[in-house]
């Protein structure tokens, strides 16, 4: 079975450049999640999605981050305009359902100049 | 509010030597999760347990086991006979009502 796929792997931007990145979660999973994880910090939730709606997103700096999770499959998480703080890894996990195990792409390393 | 406390930041270990990553969670809930991720230098966060509330019973898995105590709000993990591969950080997770916590993850290091 597939596992979650992320691209880029890696990306190097300007500040104030938007850039986007792109999930597609295991086969049949319902649940889709984004978190950001910074150097030598554990992974935060940015936006949970049920299918193509949103169920959390209250961690998601909404000026400047924004996600969609199309026909409830692949999503795409933007930040528009990048800023040096917005330096980290990006990875996108998807599960069955909210309280089941979550299942954890490569990750989208991002660094911000 | 939620929140995940790993007090060791690094351990360093020889192999085969047991060791125990600490995990102590806060929150006003009844009903909850708590979960532990391995990532490994690779980079992508490995699943390795999933623990409710209502369910207490100590969990071993190889050389892998859970202790988890309600009474102290701690869910530790040991891993017996450490090996070289189990080189990696340890994240503990928290997940209540669509909101899902990470501690700030154990750095382990197995020393041939």
């Known amino acids: 079975e597939a596992g979650v796929a992320q691209s ?3 990306k190097i931007i300007e500040k104030r450049q938007s850039v986007a990145f792109w999930c597609n979660p295991i086969s049949g999973h319902a649940t889709l999640y984004w978190y950001q994880q910074i150097l030598g910090q554990g992974p935060k939730l940015l936006i949970q999605f049920q299918n193509n709606g949103v169920v959390d997103d209250s961690q998601l700096p909404k ?3 924004s996600a969609e999770r199309l026909k409830g499959v692949d999503s795409t998480l933007k930040i528009q305009p990048a800023k040096l703080e917005d330096s980290a890894v990006y990875l996108c996990a998807s599960s069955l359902a909210g309280v089941y195990e979550q299942y954890f792409g490569p990750g989208t390393r991002l660094t911000v100049t | 509010a939620q929140k995940v406390t790993q007090a060791q930041t690094e351990i360093s ?14 929150t006003r809930d009844t009903t909850y999760y708590l ?3 391995k990532q490994p230098p690779s980079g992508e966060l490995v699943f390795l347990i999933r623990r409710n509330s209502f369910d207490e019973q100590n ?12 009474s102290t709000s701690s869910f530790n993990f040991t891993i017996t006979a450490s090996q070289v591969v189990d080189s990696a950080v340890y994240f503990c997770a928290l997940w209540h009502n669509n909101d899902m916590r990470f501690g700030a993850g154990t750095r382990l290091t197995v020393k041939p």
């Open chain 2, 13 to 26: 270990v020889v192999e085969k030597e047991d060791v125990t990553l600490d995990c102590v969670y806060e």
């Open chain 2, 35 to 37: 979960f532990w991720y």
């Open chain 1, 8 to 10: 880029p792997r890696y």
């Open chain 1, 63 to 65: 000026d400047r981050f």
């Open chain 2, 59 to 70: 969990e071993i898995s190889g050389r892998y086991s859970w202790n988890f105590q309600k």
